[in-house]
Structure formats: structure tokens, C-alpha cells
């Protein structure tokens, strides 16, 4: 799988938009992007993944670059409750997820 | 919304004894997965099963580690003979597909205390 890289830890004030990056410069052409993330010791959770087109669920948008080098992972309205870490994970479908140390967001009052 | 239930929620165990986790996936799901997490550290792949066979393996998955589906429902791991170092949440997690769009649901964890 190709390898991620996400900054160690973000803030974002309560209600207004998180925007999380993530660079996969070496993605290969069948390698989806997915967003987990995890709240305190709980299970991952899933978020969204896409593989050329951005993409929308009721939880987030994941704008993926035309050149799939990088992509950015949008929670529109944070809450509290949103405060985790945050994965970006490269993957080919059908094979195990490979965790990095993910983005650690904080969101604040 | 179905979910994916991990049975027990925490296990004390002593070393050298067996431990089993068990996992019940999301009714339709065929393609299932566990993973640990050491206090700390980063989620950690260890073996994915399908079809009663295991597809995919990591080098964490030696020989005192298995997998069994006993049944239509339960998905289980055996720790046979249990060392301080397996202390960790472990995460089932399970997929409807082994391809195409097979995104992993993932359940609460079990965590695994070795004294």
C-alpha cells in the first residue's frame, strides 16, 4: 500500500469546518483512499473513501487532487464529539487496512 | 444500523493461559478481520479470513494465534498460550466483499490484560 503522511495534530473551533490533509504521493492507480477514526480506544470508525472523484456522505467530504497525490478529508460543521484521530489509509480493495499514526484533531468550545 | 459485537469487552488473563475472543459480524458479511492495538501505539493488522481459509496474514499471526469461524455467526481468535506482550485492544472488523467496495466496519474491541 502506499504510504500516507498527516500532520501529527489539528485544532478546530467548534462548528466551524476541519479540513484534514493527507499526502499519498506514490498511490498507485488501483489504491482507493479511505478516512477512519478513532475516539479514545473505541473502534475505528468508518468515514468515507473514494478513488478520483470527491466524494460526500452524511458525515464528511473527501476532495481528492486530480493527480490523487493528495487528498483532504472536510467535516463541515465540527462538534465536540468529532475530537479523535483521524486515518488516512491507501489501500487496494480486499486487503487489510494499514494504520499510520493518523492526524489528531481537537475540537474546541 | 447492524454493528459488529466483540464478546468479552475486557479479558484478564494470566500468562501461559488460552484466551478466546469472539466477534459477530454484520449478517451478510463473508470477509472478516482482527487487529490489535497496544496501549499507545498504532492499530495493527494481524490476519483476514474468507470462505473458512485465511486469505492474508501479518508476521504478528504466528503459531500461537488462530482463527475459526466454530459456527453460522461467531468469528473467534485463539490466543493458545498468552505472553505480557499480547496485552492490547483487539478490533474485529468485517466486510460484505473481499472486493470492490468492501469497506471494514469495525466493532468495539475486546481488551486483553496479561498478568
Known amino acids: 500500500d502506499a504510504k500516507t503522511t498527516q500532520p501529527t495534530s489539528m485544532d478546530c473551533a467548534e462548528g466551524r469546518a476541519a479540513n484534514l490533509p493527507c499526502n499519498h504521493s506514490?498511490?498507485?492507480?488501483?489504491?482507493?483512499v479511505y478516512w477512519y477514526r478513532q475516539i479514545h480506544s473505541q473502534g475505528p470508525q468508518y468515514i468515507i473513501h473514494?478513488?478520483?472523484n470527491n466524494e460526500t456522505n452524511e458525515m464528511a467530504s473527501l476532495i481528492i487532487t486530480e493527480d490523487r497525490k493528495s487528498s483532504t478529508l472536510i467535516l463541515p460543521h465540527a462538534t465536540l464529539r468529532d475530537t479523535a484521530v483521524y486515518y488516512c489509509i491507501v489501500r487496494v480493495q480486499g486487503y487489510a487496512l494499514n494504520f499510520g499514526k493518523g492526524t489528531s484533531l481537537l475540537v474546541t468550545p | 444500523e447492524p454493528e459488529v459485537t466483540q464478546t468479552p469487552s475486557h479479558q484478564v488473563t494470566q500468562m501461559g493461559q488460552e484466551v478466546i475472543l469472539r466477534c459477530v459480524p454484520i449478517?451478510?458479511?463473508?470477509?472478516f478481520y482482527w487487529y490489535r492495538q497496544i496501549l499507545g501505539q498504532k492499530v495493527e493488522f494481524l490476519v483476514s479470513f474468507y470462505n473458512n481459509e485465511i486469505s492474508e496474514k501479518s508476521e504478528i499471526f504466528d503459531d500461537q494465534f488462530s482463527v475459526e469461524r466454530p459456527d453460522g455467526s461467531n468469528f473467534t481468535l485463539k490466543i493458545r498460550s498468552t505472553k505480557l506482550e499480547d496485552s492490547a485492544m483487539y478490533f474485529c472488523a468485517t466486510t460484505e466483499l473481499g472486493w470492490g467496495t468492501d469497506t471494514q466496519y469495525f466493532g468495539p474491541g475486546t481488551r486483553l490484560t496479561v498478568l
Open positions: 473514494g478513488l478520483k
Open positions: 449478517s451478510n458479511h463473508l470477509y
Open positions: 506514490t498511490i498507485s492507480g488501483n489504491e482507493y
